[in-house]
């Protein structure tokens, strides 16, 4: 009886947790990052700026580039690094709203974007469409607690990826590097917690992201 009990619950807790298992199957799918994005992408740009090493930098970096060609890989952005993440709009009829996501996200000196700036402004940086995500009305948050959140940064986020192109942004006299990705999943927690706030997932059929207003990059941090 108490195992008939037991495999009841599990089956339960799956059926409920069906989208967080999706993410997970893509996960699990994809490879970890060694050293965090910070050294990834510090290995996949290879921003080669030393006279007497660059010519073995760029030949380490082309290396690196052709054996991730193809694969995808998990990165996790942590809280306090989460500039990106602002609220949108918000329902008070059913308590539903939108998080509004730039997909460029920092790994050291460089970015992870999805895609490639869609342009640059006078100063340089870089302006891509930002996702927006609906977030279930069932998290029983109000919007005051929702933007308290997002203020302090204290969302997690999780990426399963392809890296492609490495593009470049002048700012300020000085060069910004960043690689465009393909983004195949996006999991959003709450990091004391780990409690799902929503999920993003790239449909085979869909063209690109959803519509939304152009975001600029967030600042990088000195």
């Given at each position: 009886?108490?195992?008939?009990?037991?495999?009841?619950?599990?089956?339960?807790?799956?059926?409920?947790?069906?989208?967080?298992?999706?993410?997970?199957?893509q996960?699990?799918?994809?490879?970890?990052?060694?050293?965090?994005?910070?050294?990834?992408?510090?290995?996949?740009?290879?921003?080669?700026?030393g006279f007497f090493d660059g010519?073995?930098?760029?030949?380490?970096?082309?290396?690196?580039?052709a054996e991730a060609a193809g694969q995808e890989f998990w990165a996790?952005?942590?809280?306090?690094?989460?500039?990106?993440?602002?609220?949108?709009?918000?329902?008070?009829?059913?308590?539903?709203?939108?998080?509004r996501i730039t997909p460029a996200f920092p790994g050291g000196?460089?970015?992870?974007?999805?895609?490639?700036?869609?342009r640059y402004e006078e100063d340089g940086s870089p302006v891509f469409r930002a996702l927006e995500i609906p977030v279930p009305p069932d998290l029983k948050m109000t919007p005051m607690d929702v933007r308290r959140m997002l203020e302090a940064k204290a969302v997690r986020l999780q990426l399963v990826f392809s890296p492609g192109e490495v593009w470049v942004a002048e700012q300020g006299g000085k060069k910004r590097y960043g690689v465009q990705a393909t983004l195949?999943?996006?999991?959003?927690?709450?990091?004391?917690?780990?409690?799902?706030?929503t999920?993003?997932?790239?449909e085979p059929e869909a063209k690109g992201p959803p519509?939304?207003?152009?975001?600029?990059?967030?600042?990088?941090?000195?």
């Open positions: 009886m108490r195992r008939v009990l037991l495999l009841s619950l599990a089956v339960s807790a799956a059926a409920a947790g069906e989208t967080d298992m999706r993410f997970a199957q996960r699990d799918a994809a490879k970890p990052l060694e050293g965090g994005l910070p050294g990834f992408l510090e290995k996949y740009v290879g921003a080669c700026d010519g073995k930098c760029r030949a380490e970096a082309e290396k690196f580039r996790v952005v942590r809280e306090g690094e989460t500039d990106m993440v602002e609220m949108g709009a918000y329902d008070p009829r059913t308590g539903g709203w939108i998080l000196r460089h970015l992870l974007s999805l895609g490639a700036p869609l195949r999943a996006l999991l959003v927690t709450l990091g004391t917690s780990g409690r799902k706030l999920t993003w997932f790239a519509r939304a207003k152009a975001a600029k990059a967030p600042q990088k941090r000195r």
